[in-house]
């Protein structure tokens, strides 16, 4: 059974930088047609699609967090990782890996069980 | 501010029928992308709980139902049971500027 599992600091100071890696078990990252992604959640609000990067290193970002997100993969350790640039009070959320849907016919459907990051001095 | 706009809490009384609306735009659900929807319990991951033309993944019961008509679609709950009082969020894929997967605001449902 595929799971995903998050780790990485949680708590990071304003405008450093928040990095995560999510850790894939129960398969091989590079197998079938996915890419992994990172959704977040602030506190009581709702889900935020980051990016998503498939294994061979190609790269998604949201429009609005693009010029301070930066996807990586490894695939020999089945990982992919988040970093977000800049943090500030408003970057705090529960932070998700989650296989992407490998077409706008399908939902995300593993989840890893989340992250909280919060952001202060 | 979500690019797909739910309500923020609806009711019901057990074995009541509730629905949860979401809509979006003709980028969106109005383009003929396909709407999902995921349920969160407290402290949880969402879980994907109906995707496509209502496709259930396994374990789901069909109490859960969709529908979709133009820029909006609806998650319909039948036989209302205490253990479906959860937030519930609807995706969909977003053609716009850069295109890419857009949430609801999510939907905090309450089993009176």
């Known amino acids: 059974q595929l799971q995903l599992q998050e780790s990485g600091p949680g708590l990071v100071r304003p405008s450093e930088t928040l990095s995560l890696t999510c850790t894939v078990s129960?398969?091989?990252?590079?197998?079938?047609?996915?890419?992994w992604g990172w959704i977040r959640q602030p506190p009581g609000k709702g889900l935020e699609y980051i990016g998503s990067?498939?294994?061979?290193?190609?790269?998604y970002y949201n429009p609005s967090l693009k010029s301070r997100v930066t996807m990586s993969v490894d695939p020999s350790k089945n990982q992919f990782a988040l970093r977000l640039s800049s943090v500030t009070a408003a970057d705090a959320a529960v932070y998700y890996c989650?296989?992407?849907?490998?077409?706008?016919?399908?939902?995300?459907?593993?989840w890893g069980q989340g992250k909280m990051v919060s952001v202060s001095s | 501010q979500s690019v797909l706009t739910q309500p923020p809490s609806v009711s019901g009384a057990p074995g009541q029928r509730v629905t949860i609306s979401c809509t979006g735009s003709s980028s969106n659900i109005g383009a003929g992308y396909d709407v999902h929807w995921y349920q969160q319990l407290p402290g949880t991951a969402p879980k994907l709980l109906i995707y496509?033309?209502?496709k259930r993944p396994s374990g789901v019961p069909d109490r859960f139902s969709v529908s979709k008509s133009g820029t909006s679609a609806s998650l319909a709950i039948t036989g209302l049971q205490a253990e479906d009082e959860a937030d519930y969020y609807c995706q969909s894929y977003d053609s716009g500027l850069s295109g890419f997967w857009v949430f609801g605001g999510g939907t905090k449902l309450t089993v009176l």
């Open positions: 129960g398969g091989s990252i590079t197998s079938s047609n996915y890419d």
């Open positions: 496509g033309n209502n």
């Open positions: 990067i498939y294994y061979s290193g190609s790269t």
């Open positions: 989650a296989r992407c849907p490998p077409t706008s016919r399908d939902g995300f459907d593993v």
